[in-house]
Nanobody, 112 residues
Framework: QVQLVESGGGLVQPGGSLRLSCAASTSVFRMGWYRQAPGKERELVATITSPGTTNYARSVAGRFTISRDNAKNTVYLQMVSLKVEDTAVYYC?????????WGQGTQVTVSS
């Protein structure tokens, strides 16, 4: 069992920045972020493995940066140049073997 605790969401104006954090209760090979906007399906934002291999959705590539601190079992998502369409609940994700774990979600709202 893996517990994930997220933090860092909030309200920001278009063009602004936010950083999300997610602390896992144990070491996890692959961690990442997904998001779900109202009326839409949950979608991949970015993932990162323990060695540092990253993967990004096209819609966020070049604006979002995923990183991790393996010593703290924590993954970060630095978001810049935020757009209204980035508004969603962001969920931390951890993959251990074939089991997927989810955080409780943190709201990111981009609005003027």
């Amino acid at each position: 069992q893996v517990q994930l605790v997220e933090s860092g969401g909030g309200l920001v104006q278009p063009g602004g920045s936010l950083r999300l954090s997610c602390a896992a209760s144990t070491s996890v090979f692959r961690m990442g972020w997904y998001r779900q906007a109202p009326g839409k399906e949950r979608e991949l934002v970015a993932t990162i493995t323990s060695p540092g291999t990253t993967n990004y959705a096209r819609s966020v590539a070049g604006r979002f940066t995923i990183s991790r601190d393996n010593a703290k079992n924590t993954v970060y998502l630095q978001m810049v140049s935020l757009k209204v369409e980035d508004t969603a609940v962001y969920y931390c994700n951890a993959l251990m073997g074939i089991v997927t774990y989810w955080g409780q979600g943190t709201q990111v709202t981009v609005s003027s």
